[in-house]
């Protein structure tokens, strides 16, 4: 790409890391039993901790700036789960180098006299530079959204995910989130950075059903259409998507990658474990991003680059109309 490099983004998420033990009387629910079960009939044959270390090896070797990390690290939600979850992540970096936002197998049901995700809190909330962003905005009782600057990029951290019922994978922001995200979207392009929004649910309306899908994705395109951004990274539907979305300066690009743990063994509807790098670049004052996807093409095969492409060169002020998935 030409033009001065910004930043390298590594943009990696549902994991799905192997279930551990500690299982509880007190944590077991309807769900929770259900969930057991389809891990025990296939999930655990399909998503593997070896297709997970070499994606973070090869991640590793291409040295990215940072890493965004968009939920589902774990399948059950459960303490053991979510504890050897916070170990995993301090193997893969430090919190000023890592960025979570928690998925609905994070929080998969109430959980009652436990931390739950907040024992990742550090890897999910805001810096210095977040802080003073955030001064006078209300935040929700979970700390999000949250804040970070890595240079010229500013990293906007949501949660989408809450416990729902049995056969249910939807996710919501709500109105709180909403409306913070909206002001934090025009402060920070008040300072002239790029704006890089996480979120773990498709964010798009027609990019998953009802059930799975985030049943505020209108307002939240909303938003966009008002405030702008110029990236929209997610994860959930374990597929590797580009889609794009109307913003107040230009069409906003929305990112979505394959699950991570995907190991494809008997699994032949997803696509294979994989992560994105997001390599930011400026000429000139005009943004470009471009994506470098990296993970297998066969099961049990090595990781090497699948893809690259550039997404649209980002100009100040540019108008576009959005295009639809």
């Not at 939807?170 to 909206?182: K, R, S, V, Y």
């Amino acid at each position: 790409m030409a033009g001065s490099e910004l930043l390298t983004l590594a943009h990696l998420s549902d994991l799905h890391l192997p279930t551990v033990g500690g299982f509880g009387p007190r944590h077991w629910t309807l769900k929770r039993t259900l969930g057991y079960l389809n891990w025990q009939r296939g999930r655990k044959r399909w998503f593997t901790r070896g297709a997970v270390d070499a994606l973070v090896k090869d991640m590793a070797q291409q040295r990215p700036d940072h890493i965004a990390l968009t939920g589902d690290l774990v399948n059950l939600g459960l303490p053991s789960e979510l504890a050897a979850a916070r170990s995993f992540l301090e193997d893969l970096g430090s919190p000023d180098e890592v960025s979570v936002v928690p998925g609905n197998h994070d929080i998969y049901v109430p959980l009652q006299r436990d931390p739950g995700v907040a024992r990742w809190r550090d890897y999910m909330a805001s810096d210095a530079f977040g802080r003073e962003i955030m001064a006078g905005i209300r935040v929700r009782r979970d700390g999000f959204p949250y804040v970070r600057r890595r240079g010229r990029i500013a990293l906007i951290g949501l949660n989408s995910s809450l416990p729902m019922p049995p056969f249910v994978a939807a996710g919501l922001l709500g109105g709180e989130q909403l409306t913070a995200l909206e002001r934090i979207l025009g402060l920070i392009r008040q300072r002239g950075l790029v704006r890089v929004v996480m979120i773990h649910h498709p964010p798009l309306a027609g990019l998953a059903s009802r059930r799975r899908g985030l049943h505020d994705a209108q307002l939240f395109a909303d938003v966009l259409a008002r405030s702008g951004a110029e990236l929209v990274l997610h994860g959930h539907n374990h597929t590797n998507t580009l889609a794009w979305t109307k913003g107040a300066h230009g069409a906003v690009p929305v990112v979505g990658v394959a699950a991570g743990g995907m190991s494809g063994a008997g699994k032949r509807s997803h696509a294979l474990g994989r992560y994105n790098l997001m390599r930011f670049t400026d000429s000139g004052g005009t943004l470009g991003i471009e994506l470098v996807g990296r993970g297998f093409s066969a099961p049990g095969g090595e990781v090497m680059e699948l893809e690259r492409k550039s997404l649209a060169m980002l100009g100040a002020g540019d108008a576009a109309d959005p295009v639809t998935a």
